[in-house]
């Protein structure tokens, strides 16, 4: 399965170039100029590893990073300058996987590129997730149960994808608020109970469980 790389850079000229490049060397890619359009590209879509700038219009690759962090642990490799030491520090506090600095060679950034796929798994990972009837695209982002396809809100597959990456795990309503909404979200942590109950009507089956005085999980399958 060909891994797809979003490249976030405002420089046309660089980005056109890292397009071609990693597509020439097997990778499918997607780009943004800025730092809004990257979070809205990642949020559409499937990536399996996100090539960052540090300086971006909009939202700087910091911010980037942080909201994209806030729903997904996905591969970053972040571009900086050549004396972006304080840069790469704050950019590890965020969880950051590696850095490249700017001037860099093609070979190098490939090669930082396998070995951050390699070590994540998402160079031999399956893009599909498959629990009891459930099967999940994460590059279509299909779903289907029993065979029957289902009509899922960008937020219902989110929810399911956590749980159905943790079978067993138990997640409080606090952290799904916080993995999905945001930490700044301000509102009711009812609002996770409401969209369970419509994941679980257009699901058909006990596939998501309540732990009482706790949250939610996929029931661990048995072996």
């Avoid at 679980?200 to 596939?207: E, P």
């Amino acid at each position: 399965m060909m891994k797809t790389i979003l490249i976030v850079e405002d420089e046309p000229d660089i980005q056109e170039l890292l397009c071609t490049y990693l597509r020439d060397a097997g990778y499918e890619t997607a780009a943004a100029g800025d730092g809004v359009l990257a979070v809205e590209l990642f949020r559409s879509r499937h990536f399996d590893l996100v090539l960052l700038d540090v300086m971006l219009p909009k939202i700087d690759g910091f911010g980037v990073c942080e909201l994209i962090r806030r729903q997904s642990q996905v591969p970053i490799l972040m571009v900086t300058a050549l004396d972006g030491e304080d840069q790469q520090l704050r950019g590890f506090s965020l969880d950051v996987d590696d850095y490249i600095t700017k001037p860099f060679s093609m070979p190098v950034l490939l090669e930082k590129i396998r070995v951050i796929l390699r070590r994540s798994g998402g160079a031999g990972s399956s893009s599909r997730l498959r629990y009891r009837g459930l099967e999940m695209d994460l590059d279509t982002r299909e779903v289907t149960a029993e065979g029957r396809s289902l009509d899922l809100t960008a937020r219902e597959f989110e929810l399911l994808h956590t749980f159905l990456s943790a079978p067993g795990r138990v997640f409080t309503r606090e952290m799904l608020l916080a993995k999905l909404w945001g930490y700044d979200f301000f509102g009711d942590t009812r609002v996770v109970d409401s969209h369970i109950k419509n994941l679980r009507h257009k699901l058909g089956g006990d596939y998501i469980e309540t732990v009482r005085g706790v949250g939610y999980r996929a029931a661990k399958e048995n072996p």
